[in-house]
């Protein structure tokens, strides 16, 4: 499979604890988005990077969450001390830069970790 | 920044009939709007997109139309079957910026 992967797809942990989610993005993708998915809602933005450089953090990204892509391939999202708020899914997507202008280019998302805490 | 709203949130038809899916966005520079599905447990794949130089885009039994004039664009699925029954998501974007996404409409295909 070539796709987007994440790891873990599930995971509960105990209000307090630590987590830290796996994105491998499309080989040759240089875009990572992470989004958080809630019931019922959208997927919404949390950063973004261009290769290694984290370009984009949403005002939704409290400081307890961070993220980073090392060498510009994978990418994990940690969150320390984790609240009952923080439970829902956890997408990555990766896409093309595609040619330089004002041009987007379709995002390619991975299957998302579900995140429980109780 | 951009806001986009999707309705309805949600929408039932019967197996044949046409569906129907619109979106509104803000920011008139947006440029890309893009069409996902998602399927319940799976992840959002895209069904179709649009560019704002074009008004309409077909593919088989998908179609999506884009008035730029009135910021909004929508999503029509003829022949609907029961296997198009998903959640769908708008978003618009323009250029590398962040898309924003609609909240999603459940459509449900009764056989």
């Known amino acids: 499979d070539t796709g987007v992967s994440q790891n873990p797809r599930h995971k509960i942990t105990k209000r307090g604890q630590n987590v830290t989610f796996r994105c491998d993005p499309i080989?040759?993708?240089?875009?990572l988005y992470w989004y958080r998915q809630t019931l019922g809602q959208g997927p919404e933005f949390l950063t973004y990077?261009?290769?290694?450089?984290?370009?984009?953090k949403s005002r939704l990204l409290s400081d307890r969450f961070s993220a980073e892509r090392p060498k510009g391939s994978f990418s994990t999202l940690e969150i320390q001390r984790t609240e009952q708020g923080d439970s829902a899914m956890y997408l990555c997507?990766?896409?093309?830069?595609?040619?330089?202008?004002?041009?987007?280019?379709?995002?390619?998302f991975g299957p998302g970790t579900r995140l429980t805490v109780t | 920044g951009e806001n986009v709203e999707q309705h309805p949130s949600t929408l039932s038809v019967q197996e044949g009939d046409s569906a129907v899916i619109k979106c509104t966005y803000s920011d008139s520079a947006s440029n890309y709007f893009p069409w996902y599905k998602q399927e319940l447990g799976k992840r959002p794949q895209l069904i179709i997109d649009?560019?704002?130089?074009?008004g309409e885009k077909k593919d088989q039994r998908i179609a999506v139309t884009l008035n730029k004039t009135a910021k909004h664009f929508s999503l029509h699925i003829t022949e609907t079957q029961p296997e198009d029954s998903a959640v769908y998501f708008c978003a618009a974007s323009r250029g590398s910026y962040i898309p924003t996404f609609g909240r999603g409409t459940s459509l449900i295909v009764h056989p």
């Open positions: 990077f261009q290769n290694e450089a984290q370009l984009e």
């Open positions: 997507a990766s896409s093309t830069p595609g040619l330089a202008g004002d041009i987007s280019y379709e995002q390619y």
């Open positions: 080989s040759e993708h240089n875009r």
């Open positions: 649009i560019r704002s130089n074009v």
